[in-house]
DNA sequence: GATGAATGAGGCTTCATTCAT
DNA sequence: AATGAATGAAGCCTCATTCAT
């Protein structure tokens, strides 16, 4: 099977399974999916293998799109609180921005379909913010933990606060700030 | 009087809902869980109305379990580091030394069958952890946020320390205490 | 297995058959029957070999009543159509006033479940009933047809007539003389 | 285009219907009727989306046929009498050289599954046969009672002939003539 | 005998995937 | 390549009947 043409139809699948999925969890039917996306049952499968390789696909797409958003545009010339500050900002606004987005990637994240190898691509579009990590934390008190602890701890603190910043949204800078204040505490 | 249904029964099912949550997923077959409790394919339905049923008993049971673990034997005659410590300790040590439970309690967690109202009964389970909480924030950096804000935190922070102790066993009381620190240094 | 001794027991559970069957049909479940008759699962099956064996028995016992209820008190001494009308109207007021016993007649009367043999022991409680019949319609337009056509256009002609008191109560008796009528006219 | 449709399939799947429910009621297993089909196990519910679903569409499809048969042809030109004679004869005929159709759509007709508003839709084909009947009886006996207990009465004396008949086909036109006959003298 | 738990064969329906058009 | 019908393996749950107590 070459290569499908259209890759109008891949991103109509794509963006139909990240909608259908956060309405519905992982166990959308692709023919439900496929209808999102204004394509048939059967095209589903020439544009993605297996219903896995399309979860795994999204799951892919959706970690780039957040570690572009937390990186880009970082001020290199300032220092490094004030970088870190600038990446939880973006991260969170994206996040919050984009509720279908998020609540998809939370159900990937635990799903049995993605794979161990999805998993390590993954972690590896943290890097930067793995970097910058590494430098915050290299006087601190968490000098000595491993890097990929920090990464996970900064990752469930962005994902909690972004719980609370959704659930009141009034508040949202508040909980932005004490989330960040809280990170800075624990690292630096 | 006929034969009474019997706890070990419904403990052999409970028991097995969990080893195979925690291979398969919540979306293991009723069937399979049966057979892995030595029970007829219809028996688990005496005993459980519903799989979801099941699925919201076993969350309940194991939500119960882990605030017994984290909560029991607090000295009380202790400062608050020292009783919030002793928590943590004991709230990693269950869960790591049953790492079946807390996968499927992590799986269950996230799935649509668990209802609102069993999310809020566990909820109520960790009104102990919640106060030594709010006692050791009282005058910290963070005594102006929602509670259950910092009570999401607490709980991420100790499962991804879980997850490291898990990986990386031979340190574990390093990694144990590396995170409560962390937590300690964010909230107190 | 012995007879079993509690007749009680016996009819409660007859009793609830037909309340049950009038509300769901005779696919209702021997287990909510049993509970209707306030008897446990299994006892049903003592007293009843089979679900089948409780579906004829209820069938024959409503057939009896049936024909008891047209058949008792005829004048014996009074004119063929006045006798007739007597049963008319006695069947009918029968038909009517047990409205679920009605109903489950109707259900188990096409049910797969009903034997020949009870169908031709129901036939035989009929006797007097076609003894009327025939010598109402000895001299008339069908004196001959066979007899069980005979019996049979009875049948439905009652139960249709049945149905329409049923439905109209307020003109029950109107319903009723036009049913006869139109049988009279029929036959005689 | 995709394949398209089979109305071949459908009809098969229908006619597979008709004659299992003929042998083994409206409990027929829709696997069962699938093989019958010759149709895999879940195409039948590409073609019906219920089971319930098909079950009403054979009903509609049967009370159609019949009605077709009843009233095809019927010689406008000639007096009251002689129509109806030919609509009974040609309802006969029908019943009697289609058991199986028969003896569905009896089984459909006290259906739980079957809804009100199939037998709104299939009251509404027999509304020719409403109206022969409706001028047949304009002075006769029966001028004043509902028109709906008429037709109910008409089906089932048409209805116990037809059973007759195929018990005893060697004296077909003798009964098919005493039901007509006893069915003019009811209204006429 | 009475009870109700235990059994396991189906029943209806869904769904990922394949295949004819 | 696109379509959507076809497939059949599960999946959850029901239920008549049996059996331990």
């Known amino acids: 099977m070459a290569r499908p043409r259209s890759d109008n139809k891949r991103l109509a699948i794509l963006s139909a399974a990240l909608r259908t999925i956060a309405a519905q969890g992982p166990g959308a039917a692709t023919a439900v999916i496929a209808k999102a996306a204004g394509v048939s ?21 959706l970690k780039a799109e ?6 880009g545009g970082l001020p290199a010339d300032q220092g490094l609180r004030e970088q870190l500050h600038f990446m939880w900002v973006h991260w969170l606004d994206w996040a ?12 990937l994240e635990v799903s049995e379909e993605i794979t161990a190898e999805s998993r390590e691509t993954a972690h590896g579009m943290m890097a930067g913010v793995a970097r ?16 990929a602890f920090l990464l996970a701890l900064l990752s469930v603190l962005a994902d909690t606060t972004t719980d609370f910043i959704i659930r009141d949204p009034a508040n949202a800078e508040h909980h932005r700030e004490a989330g960040f204040n809280a990170l800075w505490r624990m690292i630096a």
């Open 96 to 107: 919050t921005s984009c509720p279908d987005k998020r609540r998809t990637l939370a159900h």
């Open 41 to 61: 049952n059967g095209s589903l499968f020439t544009y993605f293998e297996t219903k896995a390789t399309l979860l795994n696909q999204l799951y892919l797409d």
């Open 132 to 147: 910058l990590l590494e430098q915050s934390r290299e006087h601190g008190p968490m000098r000595a933990v491993p890097l």
């Open 66 to 71: 957040m570690a572009a958003a937390a990186l």
